[in-house]
């Protein structure tokens, strides 16, 4: 059976998406939607599709489910009328900005028994999923210690920032994804220490752009995160995790295997800069998951649940750095 | 202006540049021949092409270039056909195994003036080009000494290695094109030592699956490359370039940057196992390299004369094995 | 002119530093003491000195400095008498578990003058130290974020737990000194998270076995620490610092370079494992560094005061782990 | 019991060896001999031996052995003078840079009954002795290929290539031994390739400076070798089995572990630039094995005899690189 699929949103990240429907056997790309309609165009004459408006692809008999790649304010609206629909749904995250919305948007969710699947895509990074086996495989024992390390090449133009819901709710919301991925277990406080380093244009938009966090959790397993809006070396996005028989990590990944030696030592290439070129893998990947999961062959995940949890612990770190102190989540 | 394109063949590398064409703004998909209908129709279909068969897609006004991508035994017949047809023409390696029909075959190359690129993927891996680009840069000063390790993961069915021309001219062939293209100056001596050491069926075959062998340049830059038709951890493919000034190389490429600590040591991923992963990118590469070159915007490069000079290589290697002795080249 | 030293303490660091001194041209161990007369003795021999005991040492006037390898609790009064007998000094860290015993001993040291080193080997391991060269020669730019990794191979004895002063000032007080020498500023807030996962004798002994600690400093810098009292690959010694234009770091010192590749991947060897080991070259440049200060080529580093402040940041730690609460420094 | 030694040259080696017997317990440093008095007295003084001249120390009855570390010129000639006197002997890589005056001393060893070990101090390094013990550990199955790689930083002082018997006895002829040991089986073959690219007066005083070897065993396993006089990153000793089941692998030793990350990538630090404190480890345990053998531990290993198979190895690529010829080995 074949999922015929629209796609809302002919940006960036909607292309690539799109790109990966169309390779994949079993799913087809019916219809696109996009405000600027020659983005939408182009791409649905790339992959022999439509272009048709929201309100149609919401009502087409012929769609079963919708991938929602447009700017977030408008993702839990049409997270609602797309589970409203009857349609199936991979969001990209977050589902709001706004945790009481999201609240509401996931009732509608639940009250319509739609599927939702947010896209954490970090969770299909092959590196890190590798990281997640040994763990399953029980090669390193009981979790202990997660250390996460996520720094972008440079920080994004400072009117993104102001509407970007902070350094907390915008990038590290990803780390707390993956830390609640890797410690197997609820945060239960959050402690977050931040500054403006990299650019005063930064604070005076009202953001951090430097920070480390720790979340703890009931039994006392710890992560740690260490961000940065800016690494001259590239792309850093490294995570490692200590349990009671050994230490799992996963690496970052370089440009290309080069490497020159002279008399100033042995330089290795840096590493991908571009969130796209590091996570194309990754991108795909979810992309197959959720087919697969509307496929009946596995559940959803990441859920609208887990978009929610994570945006909490943001939440609770824009308010440990708004107050200096630890923040207990409920 | 758009590049059409016929391509030749519809096996596992077809394939692979099909998907490559149809990935390129300005290069599209004529036509594919395949002497089995259905892989032919398949390929054809996933790209919107058609299918032709051999002659007519030589005979078709509306096809510009060739992709030669069938079995070695056809590949100069249909050079020489398509050359005659005023055809572009990319061709896998080798242009045969025998040195006498390559010659014969660049003769009518050069007397059509068709524009022929033979298909050394490793040119265009992105690892093996940042080495050759610090070379090109100066950054090692004078390339004194090449090494090169190639081993692939398992050996070839026994029945493909006795029609393959043996190790030298099926496997090593790559590695005599990159100590050429790495060392900037012809090979003047061979010296191969080989040895039947992982599967007695490839000796009962005629062959050998393990060798070493040292090229030397008139100017006394020396070439070592180690070959194996079996490495447990995976497509082991380095190179090493030590020059008067540093040292360059490129390393292997691993299936993810997993490292598992414990007791036993630090556990890293295996190599990427396959050389159509392993050279992914290559295979794109270089089919842009095709189209570009085609465009006017660059020489054709790798050329006849590198395949032709690739498989001499190979023959004196043939030679030393079977004479103990060093082989001086003409 | 040669230095004449004393050493006090003939256990496990007292041979290290006894050997240090035998292999130093400009410095002669003249006597050693101990409580245990045959290690005083054996040590003695070793190296062409003397047994006194510590009384006779201080009053030795062919004693130029004393070297305080003793057990914590007694390291204060015999600063205190060393500095009062004119002798330069090197203790073992701490000067005394507790903050006020430090000082009311740094008041002695400073009304007579003393010089005085408190041993913080690990400022002086080369790949620490090269990690400070670059960040001096301004090769990262200004320091932003300073991650540091110290876990140990496994736990000391339950009753030495007891005994010790805890984690954060046993342990993590080394991290600490680092920390502050790394930032270039002073912390100004202390957080830290701290379990017992190791073992649960830890906890039943009052102590913790894991934690995670976060600096800030006033201009906004932040070092965070991941300790753990368990490594099964080894004894985990990292430090990285991110500074505006780039990243130095210092990576685990292995048993050997051995790599073995099958299909399982690439396994290295685990680290080394003992402190003694792994600080070798630590212990015999803290002993160079000591003897060049008194030399006059070079101030006292680290001080009495680099002792007390990490101390009480230790108590901090504590204190944050007591309140589940961040803790502002004086 | 105490093994009493007397060394014979109190040069760069002879005071590492002279400080590896004063360390080791069970050994004592009877006397010192050298050309240069004030030397032997510096070296004598320094581990409380006394001076005696050549002739006086093989006269000695209190001592049991000695260790020649002269200039190669007088090794045989030490050699048999003290296997006549009855004393066990370590001498310095080469026995002779003749292998006709080799084979008459080692007449005169087998004569007497002495104990010879010869000073390969490669095969104790702690990374190449991993390497050897996991290939008999059965970790890589059979062995099939040794790639060893080995460049010196910088090349001698012209006036000792001419005396030191060319790149391939003096240099090279650690490499031909470490192949042994590792191939585990005689070579039969070799082929050198050599040139002079590193200095042109190297060529001058009849030697050549870059070099790569092949030697092939009976049963078809292949060694190769790449050596150079100058490695701009330091002193390159790398060495690499590959087997039926896998690979094994000692990597460089670099000065330290730092890494600093920026735009241009990342830096590791060079290597080790100097053969003594590249092999510290692998002195001290050659003298370690040496008075373990003696004390009737262990047999002796290397031997005159591995001695003189090495440097009939030499003498053949000697050979090879005259002819341009393989050489077959007796």
Redesign the interface.
């Known amino acids: 059976m074949t999922v015929r699929l629209g796609l809302l949103g002919a940006g960036r990240i909607g292309k690539v998406h799109g790109g990966a429907i169309a390779a994949t056997p079993g799913a087809t790309l019916v219809a696109v939607a996009d405000a600027f309609p020659d983005a939408a165009r182009a791409l649905a004459d790339r992959h022999g599709a439509e272009v048709r408006d929201v309100d149609a692809i919401m009502a087409s008999p012929d769609i079963d489910a919708v991938l929602i790649t447009t700017p977030t304010d408008v993702h839990a609206t049409m997270i609602e009328q797309a589970a409203r629909a009857g349609k199936a749904i991979f969001c990209e995250k977050p589902v709001d900005l706004d945790a009481g919305r999201v609240r509401g948007c996931l009732k509608v969710v639940a009250e319509t028994g739609a599927k939702l699947m947010v896209g954490f895509n970090r969770r299909f990074d092959?590196?890190f999923?590798?990281?997640k086996a040994?763990i399953e495989a029980g090669?390193?024992g009981?979790v202990?210690?997660v250390?996460i390390?996520s720094?972008d090449p440079a920080p994004p133009p400072v009117d993104y920032i102001a509407r970007s819901g902070g350094l907390f709710r915008d990038m590290t919301i990803h780390d707390f994804d993956m830390a609640r991925w890797l410690l197997g277990e609820e945060p239960a406080?959050v402690?977050a220490?931040a500054?403006?380093?990299?650019d005063p244009a930064i604070g005076k938009a009202g953001d951090v752009d430097?920070?480390?966090v720790?979340l703890?959790t009931r039994s006392?397993?710890?992560?740690?995160i260490?961000n940065?809006r800016?690494?001259?070396?590239g792309y850093?996005q490294r995570i490692e995790v200590?349990g009671?028989?050994?230490?799992?990590?996963?690496?970052?990944?370089?440009?290309?295997?080069?490497?020159?030696?002279?008399?100033?030592?042995?330089?290795?290439?840096?590493l991908l800069d571009f969130f796209m070129t590091r996570y194309t893998a990754a991108y795909a990947n979810e992309i197959a998951a959720f087919l697969k999961a509307l496929a009946g062959d596995a559940p959803i995940s990441p859920t609208g649940d887990d978009g929610l949890k994570a945006l909490l612990i943001a939440d609770a770190a824009v308010e440990s750095v708004r107050t200096?102190?630890?923040v207990r989540l409920a």
Do not use: C, F, W
Not at 195 to 198: C, Q, T, W, Y
Not at 230 to 233: D, L, Q
Not at 244 to 270: D, F, I, W
């Open positions: 092959p590196n999923m590798a990281v040994e090669a390193i009981d202990e210690m250390s390390t720094r406080t402690y220490a500054s403006n380093l990299v430097s920070a480390s720790i703890t006392g397993r710890i992560a740690q260490s940065s800016r690494a001259t070396y850093d200590h009671s028989k050994g230490l799992a990590s996963a690496e970052n990944v370089r440009l290309t295997t080069l490497e020159v030696a002279n008399e100033a030592g042995y330089r290795r290439a840096p200096g102190a630890v």
